[in-house]
């Protein structure tokens, strides 16, 4: 079985994709880790590297497939596996499509909260933001962004709920109880 995972920034995404890593007993591909990990081969920063992403579409398309082949495999073995990324859902039909959304202003808190702590703000590999508002701004610049190379790349907007097949809200709830509702849907739909 695979479960993709996708939502707005701030929503839980990871903390929800970890908890489905142990309570399923999964493994995770995380296609922004595999972003990450990419920029600091090339000596950038996040930022600098999704721009030229942008100009070069053969960053994602390289990391997408990836994800995608090590995501089969993986589940060609019997195992599960939760794949955390905003338009895996696409390359990966047969999964479970999950979006887990927040209310932009309590993302950006969330965010913002994370930042203060050094070693998240150095995971992140992006440049520290100022405030909650700053936090805002940028991820409604990243977001437009994506939404637009997605288009541009794949003819695919990750932010049209109709793509998944559950939708979570997360803005007042735990990654726990997310998870929770999670593991409940996917319980459901093997009953059927």
Avoid: C
Avoid at 45 to 74: C, H
Avoid at 131 to 145: D, F, G, P, Q
Avoid at 165 to 172: H, M, Q
Avoid at 187 to 192: C, G, I, L, S
Wanted: charged content about 40%; overall charge positive; cysteine-free.
């Amino acid at each position: 079985m695979i479960i993709t995972i996708s939502g707005n920034p701030g929503s839980g995404k990871s903390s929800i994709a970890k908890i489905l890593v142990e309570k399923l007993k999964a493994e995770r591909i995380y296609a922004g880790g595999m972003k990450r990990e990419m920029a600091k081969e090339k000596g950038l920063k996040l930022e600098e590297f999704l721009r030229l992403a942008e100009k070069d579409p053969t960053f994602d398309k390289e990391i997408d497939s990836q994800v995608r082949d090590k995501a089969r495999t993986l589940d060609k073995s019997g195992k599960k596996v939760v794949v955390e990324g905003r338009v895996h859902f696409h390359f990966l039909p047969e999964s479970v499509k999950i979006y887990v959304k927040v209310d932009e202003k309590e993302g950006a808190r969330r965010i913002w909260k994370d930042l203060q702590s050094k070693e998240a703000s150095q995971q992140r590999n992006q440049d520290a933001a100022n405030s909650v508002e700053e936090v805002l701004k940028k991820n409604r610049a990243r977001e437009k962004e994506d939404v637009k190379q997605f288009l541009d790349i794949y003819g695919v907007n990750y932010l049209d709920l109709k793509n998944y097949d559950l939708v979570i809200d997360s803005t007042k709830i735990t990654p726990e109880q997310a998870a929770e509702k999670i593991i409940t849907f996917i319980k459901k739909q093997k009953e059927v």
